[in-house]
């Protein structure tokens, strides 16, 4: 199978749910044998990083070998992808090789020629516009805290214009869960992923807002991510400026559900985003999350690959 994962819709919810289960077996196995079968063995992941990395390369490179399997990563001064040597020729000696690929790049369009030449799967590992292996790792996640995730309501705060709220955006549409983002007029979500969202959503289900109270009212899903992301730096006063009334304050939390979760990709900025007794208080989830990028990136692969269960 040659399905790629760039976009959070390349898997329909039936195929989401089955990584899900995958990345679940494959926690449990972890937990009670100490152990996972090697599913993967003899399999090689190639890691393509433009950018710096801690929960994506370390998930992606212990998942491998929890599984039987290998990882090799590689950096833009061994690559330069598009610079030493044209994306689609990467793309082609890399996919005659190894297994599967995996790029965390700046522009969204370097991961999509990737896989328009690629013979093997390619992973958004993270792009401007996408961050597809974050949220697998999140509905691992707020599936183990909530159960069913249809019917729920995530709502965002902060940084509208944002990989990981674009893709939040989307999987909420896909798996009927509710979508409010509270952001500032000058960074709101991408024009173009809200109308796909509510293409695939029921009419009222994705909300934008100014006012992060009011996307919070009734959430069960509390979630922000840094003003600042990998690529935004040079904004980054500006960006200070108009987020900080869209910060996540113990204030805020008390205006969703009482027994609401608070959930942040990391790296978290405390003082900035997220009050830091919110993310270190009880309602946060922050590391079980993180903890998860490893358990789902190991039901992605396994899934991409086709691994019998
Ligand atoms: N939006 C953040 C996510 C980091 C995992 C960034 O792109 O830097």
Redesign the pocket.
């Known amino acids: 199978m040659d399905t790629h994962f760039i976009s959070i819709t390349d898997l329909n919810p039936l195929q989401i749910r089955s990584v899900l289960d995958l990345s679940e077996e494959l926690k449990r196995e972890l937990s009670a044998d100490g152990a996972n079968r090697e599913l993967l063995k003899g399999r090689t992941m190639l890691m393509f990083f433009e950018k710096p990395s801690l929960r994506t390369r370390i998930s992606f490179e212990i998942g491998m070998t929890q599984l039987g399997g290998h990882a090799i990563y590689l950096t833009p001064a061994d690559v330069g992808l598009g610079s030493r040597e044209r994306i689609s020729d990467v793309a082609r000696v890399s996919s005659s090789m190894a297994d599967i690929l995996m790029a965390r790049v700046f522009k969204h369009e370097v991961v999509t020629e990737l896989a328009a030449h690629s013979a093997a799967p390619v992973i958004n590992g993270?792009s401007d516009l996408e961050?597809p292996c974050?949220i697998l790792a999140d509905l691992l996640t707020i599936r183990e805290k909530k159960g069913d995730l249809s019917g729920l309501k995530l709502s965002f705060v902060g940084d509208g214009e944002?990989?990981?709220t674009h893709s939040l955006c989307l999987a909420s549409a896909m798996l009927g869960m509710r979508f409010a983002c509270a952001s500032p007029h000058n960074l709101t979500m991408n024009k173009e992923i809200v109308k796909k969202a509510r293409s695939l959503a029921c009419a009222d289900a994705i909300m934008e807002t100014h006012d992060p109270v009011e996307a919070v009212a009734d959430a069960d899903i509390v979630y922000t991510?840094?003003w600042v992301?990998?690529g935004d730096e040079k904004e980054r006063t500006t960006r200070e400026q108009l987020l900080r009334p869209y910060q996540v304050t113990k204030s805020l939390m008390k205006k969703a559900k009482p027994e609401a979760i608070f959930m942040h990709?990391?790296?978290a900025y405390r003082g900035l985003e997220v009050e830091v007794e919110v993310i270190d208080g009880i309602q946060s989830v922050v590391f079980e999350q993180a903890e998860n990028r490893l358990h789902a990136q190991k039901g992605l692969v396994g899934y991409l690959l086709g691994c019998k269960r």
């Open positions: 993270l961050h974050q944002n990989n990981v991510d840094t992301s990998m990709d990391m790296p």
